[in-house]
């Protein structure tokens, strides 16, 4: 359907955002289009939530990065090895 097609596209562009933000440091607005995203009720998958993880990691916000793989797992979101590896970066830094 057109709406279903829709909210894909829109899934897709906001990762491109966040992937974005993580690029030039701003993860803030990274968190910031994730929780936009959850609140229009836009199911968040996997390649959403690891470019918001890799944001923190390269904003050095280690607990962030924990705090949205925790969140994966409850929404059961499946984490991958990218995610993983983002938070362990993270929480090197």
Same mark, same amino acid.
């Given at each position: 359907?057109?709406?279903?097609?829709?909210?894909?596209?829109?899934?897709?562009?906001?990762?491109?955002?966040?992937?974005?933000?993580?690029?030039?440091?701003?993860?803030?607005?990274?968190?910031?289009?994730?929780?936009? *995203? &959850?609140? +229009? /009720?836009? @199911?968040?998958?996997? $390649?959403? #939530?690891? !470019?918001? %993880? =890799?944001?923190?990691?390269?904003?050095?916000?280690?607990?962030?990065?924990?705090?949205?793989?925790?969140? *994966? &797992?409850? +929404? /059961?979101? @499946?984490?991958?090895? $990218?995610? #993983?590896? !983002?938070? %362990? =970066?993270?929480?090197?830094?």
């Amino acid at each position: 359907s057109l709406q279903h097609h829709n909210l894909e596209q829109s899934v897709y562009h906001a990762s491109a955002a966040i992937t974005s933000c993580g690029r030039v440091c701003e993860w803030g607005a990274a968190l910031h289009i994730l929780l936009e *995203m &959850a609140s +229009a /009720r836009v @199911e968040l998958d996997t $390649i959403t #939530y690891s !470019a918001a %993880v =890799s944001a923190c990691e390269k904003g050095a916000q280690w607990a962030r990065a924990l705090m949205l793989l925790a969140e *994966m &797992a409850s +929404a /059961r979101v @499946e984490l991958n090895t $990218i995610t #993983y590896n !983002a938070a %362990v =970066s993270a929480s090197e830094k």
